[in-house]
């Protein structure tokens, strides 16, 4: 056995000892992605059903939301009944962790995870162990579309990791060996460290490169700037943060690969791009996900809407329609050209909080911004807005080398076009941007309340 299917051997053979049922959702993840989507619907009416009705009985948060409500589950008929139960926020979560729990299970049990980077207040979730092997096998599914199995040698790049105990690093370390990780952060990046990146990858060729958009983007600027083309690059994954246009442009040009974009967060996997790169399938083999308006009813195609999830089969700590936070765009069902029957969603927006407003009631989205920078893409390394008060708004510059006055110029003559004049706009040139507690680089931050 040669040394590369060992490396995959001795992968799946840990994905196998982490996660007992992980061949068997495996299995069925891939049966689930070609089953009509009317199939489809059907199953997971049958499955919300079973679950909803647990909630009620088993569940002390949701037998009093669902009392509250007047929703009735055992006459839960239609998906689009599911509209009755309020969505469920992070603030429901931080004040209910022990009355989301099923009657009958210890939390201690349960595996522990968290979120809420990008607001600087996490928000702490469970799993049992038949969901992480799904979660597991979500991944690994979305990494399959791309060519790429397990012990195939990847690059990860995201935020710094802060593992205090010494038996959670030995643990940390001995996995990134089996499963041939190779982690670096980019939370902080200079072009000297930009180097070793690329001098690691084009001695070591890693097959694919997953993390966050901003610190991938980063790396293939830099490849550019030096002029070089990895070596053994089969694919790209990006996520954690929204994918702009310039972003995948530059890794295009860089990489020579159309990135394989993916939305969710550490509390739930959403969706992910397969290999036609038009719009992102949904893991609605295990999830039910909607598009919602501020009512929580469903969007019409065409529009944006919040992303809501419901995890049909955490039976242990359940959450039923969970507000992720973000905007995402609403596709009518189509075919879709790589054989999967997954539906889609469209381009994600960001936070909900991630809006610039002004005095005279204008709002603008992170759209209106990424149009400004998408055609000075050379001039401009990343940037960021940022609104602490009504009346002005600040926008932060990382510029390259071939920055100059007429870009400084563009920048604020568009400003003025998308946000009127009743506002202050102050462009300041700066080495970095802000970045969150897990190292991402938003575009838009409004500390208004939302």
């Known amino acids: 056995m040669n040394s590369h299917y060992f490396r995959r051997f001795l992968a799946k053979s840990f994905l196998r000892y982490r996660h007992r049922n992980f061949d068997q959702v495996t299995a069925e993840l891939i049966e689930r992605e070609h089953w009509p989507v009317d199939v489809l619907r059907t199953w997971q009416l049958e499955q919300l059903k079973k679950f909803l009705v647990h909630c009620y009985e088993n569940v002390p948060f949701y037998s009093e939301r669902f009392e509250e409500a007047r929703f009735n589950p055992h006459t839960f008929e239609h ?177 020579g690969l159309s990135p394989f974009d993916g939305y969710g967060g550490g509390d739930t996997g959403v969706a992910c791009e397969c290999r036609e790169h038009n719009g992102m399938h949904t893991n609605d083999s295990h999830r039910y996900i909607e598009l919602v308006n501020e009512e929580g009813k469903a969007v019409a195609h065409g529009e944006y809407g919040r992303v809501v999830v419901t995890n049909f ?57 990424t149009l400004v920078f998408r055609y000075i893409f050379k001039e401009v390394k990343t940037y960021q807005i940022v609104q602490e008060k009504l009346e002005a708004v600040i926008v932060r510059v990382v510029p390259t080398e071939l920055y100059t006055q007429e870009t400084n110029d563009h920048i604020l003559r568009s400003f003025r076009k998308i946000l009127g004049d009743n506002i202050d706009i102050q462009l300041v040139l700066v080495e970095d941007v802000e970045v969150t507690r897990a190292g991402k680089r938003r575009i838009v931050i409004s500390r208004l309340a939302q």
């Open 313 to 369: 089969l955490n039976r242990s700590w359940p959450y039923v329609r969970y507000d992720m936070g973000d905007l995402a765009l609403a596709l009518p069902y189509e075919p879709c050209a790589c054989g999967m029957t997954l539906p889609k969603i469209g381009t994600v927006q960001g936070r909900t909080g991630d809006f610039i407003r002004t005095i005279d009631g204008k709002t603008a989205t992170t759209p209106n911004f």
């Open 79 to 255: 998906l689009s009944q599911i509209e009755a139960i309020p969505v469920l926020t992070k603030t429901d979560i931080r004040g209910n962790y022990e009355r989301m729990t099923a009657n009958g299970v210890d939390l201690k049990t349960l595996s522990k995870g968290s979120t809420g980077g990008s607001t600087g207040v996490p928000v702490v979730f469970f799993k049992d162990e038949y969901v992480r092997s799904y979660d597991a096998a979500s991944v690994w599914r979305h990494m399959a579309w791309a060519g790429i199995e397990p012990g195939d040698p990847i690059l990860r790049v995201g935020g710094q990791a802060y593992v205090k105990s010494r038996k959670k690093r030995l643990f940390a370390k001995s996995q990134a060996y089996t499963m041939n990780f190779t982690s670096r952060t980019v939370a902080s990046v200079t072009d000297e460290y930009l180097d070793t990146i690329v001098e690691y990858m084009q001695t070591k060729k890693p097959v694919a490169m997953w993390g966050y958009a901003s610190g991938v983007y980063l790396i293939a600027r830099h490849f550019l700037k030096r002029g070089e083309k990895p070596k053994h690059l089969k694919a790209v994954f990006t996520t954690s943060e929204v994918l702009q246009d310039f972003h995948r442009e530059t890794i295009r040009e860089a990489f």
